[in-house]
């Protein structure tokens, strides 16, 4: 059975800094496609950032240069480093998990990590 845990998330105030981890169980992050997700009161859930299995990464438009998604194997471990957070950060941040290669189809996801950010 795969579990996905989110930790790391909290409150800070603009331009400041969270780092968000995912561990996981039955799952193995070197064979998979990692992503994270966000979901804001009101609005649909985007996309945030994948890394690949070969460590290909990819980012949305809005969080390039903010935001960087790195992975440890040894640890089967997902992070997402957020900097320079800004208001319209805030969301309910999930990880997720993708058999094989990137493909856009996340089957397994955590339960989520508030990220709010105060002006």
């Known amino acids: 059975q795969v579990q996905l845990v989110e930790s790391g998330g909290g409150a800070v105030q603009a331009g400041g800094s969270l780092r968000l981890s995912c561990a996981a169980s039955g799952f193995t992050y070197s064979r998979n496609c990692m992503g994270w997700f966000r979901q804001a009161p009101g609005k649909e859930r985007e996309g945030v950032a994948s890394i690949d299995r070969d460590g290909t990464t990819s980012y949305a438009e809005s969080v390039k240069g903010r935001f960087t998604i790195s992975k440890d194997n040894a640890k089967n471990t997902l992070y997402l480093q957020l900097n320079s957070l800004k208001p319209e950060d805030t969301a309910m941040y999930y990880c997720?998990?993708?058999?094989?290669?990137?493909?856009?189809?996340?089957?397994?996801w955590g339960q989520g990590t508030q990220v709010t950010v105060s002006s």
């Open positions: 997720a998990a993708e058999s094989g290669y990137c493909h856009g189809v996340f089957g397994y």
